[in-house]
């Protein structure tokens, strides 16, 4: 079964900290990984990710996969408190159907 | 242009009735999912679309639950005979076959059963 562990669960952090954020995965097969921030109930897309060692980047968001070693992580810098929301790590193992697996998720708290 | 899009963004029934969540994807989009997420975890996947066809239903939890897709656009998620453990956000997400990877989603259905 596929498997995909975000860390940590929860973060608290001030404005103008900088945080990473951690995502593991088992999965059968590999296609690509994907980042999300969920504020309310859409989850608004980030990243996908399919090479190693590429870096995405976005503004103050970063993000980079390792293959070998199955992960990814997604770096916030200089954090605001439009920030707070919960980032989902996600992978699409491919097969015929091409659905999302998903961590549970980080809930980022920024406080001014 | 417009994303996708849900209604009810919230629904309160009771234990045993029958409801139906809409899902209107991105206009384009071939692919439609529906994923259910509980409270403090991350969605999970119920059914895959692509055109008219459920490609695969394999998430879908057990027979109370059935959902189509008649023109290849808007779909119906229904759920039969609603159980209190059926309350959760169900999300629909949409993409461009062949580039699948993406999916976009809604902002959800909150579903509460009492």
């Known amino acids: 079964e596929d498997k995909v562990v975000q860390s940590p669960l929860s973060l608290v952090v001030h404005e103008g900290d900088t945080v990473t954020l951690n995502c593991s995965y088992e999965?059968?097969?590999?296609?690509?990984l994907l980042w999300y921030k969920q504020e309310k109930k859409a989850p608004t897309f980030l990243f996908m990710l399919?090479?190693?060692?590429i870096e995405k980047k976005s503004g103050r968001l970063s993000s980079i996969l390792d293959k070998k070693e199955l992960f990814s992580i997604l770096n916030i810098t200089a954090t605001q408190t439009g920030d707070s929301a919960i980032y989902l790590c996600?992978?699409?193992?491919?097969?015929?159907?091409?659905?999302?697996?998903f961590g549970k998720g980080t809930l980022l708290t920024v406080n001014p | 242009g417009a994303g996708v899009s849900q209604t009810p963004s919230n629904k309160v029934t009771e234990k045993g009735k029958y409801v139906e969540l809409r899902c209107d994807p991105i206009?384009?989009?071939?692919?439609l999912y529906w994923y259910r997420q509980s409270l403090g975890q991350g969605p999970e996947f119920l059914i895959y679309?692509?055109?008219?066809?459920?490609?695969?239903d394999s998430g879908l939890p057990n027979d109370r639950f059935f959902a189509v897709r008649p023109e290849g656009s808007v779909s119906t998620l229904k759920i039969q005979r609603t159980e209190r453990g059926d309350s959760a956000v169900y999300l629909c997400?949409?993409?461009?076959?062949?580039?699948?990877?993406?999916?976009?989603f809604g902002p959800g259905t909150r579903l509460t059963v009492l």
């Open positions: 206009s384009g989009h071939t692919a």
């Open positions: 399919t090479s190693s060692g």
């Open positions: 996600a992978v699409n193992s491919g097969g015929s159907n091409y659905k999302l697996t």
């Open positions: 679309f692509q055109g008219t066809g459920a490609a695969d």
């Open positions: 999965v059968t097969n590999f296609r690509s």
């Open positions: 997400a949409s993409s461009y076959y062949p580039n699948t990877d993406t999916q976009y």
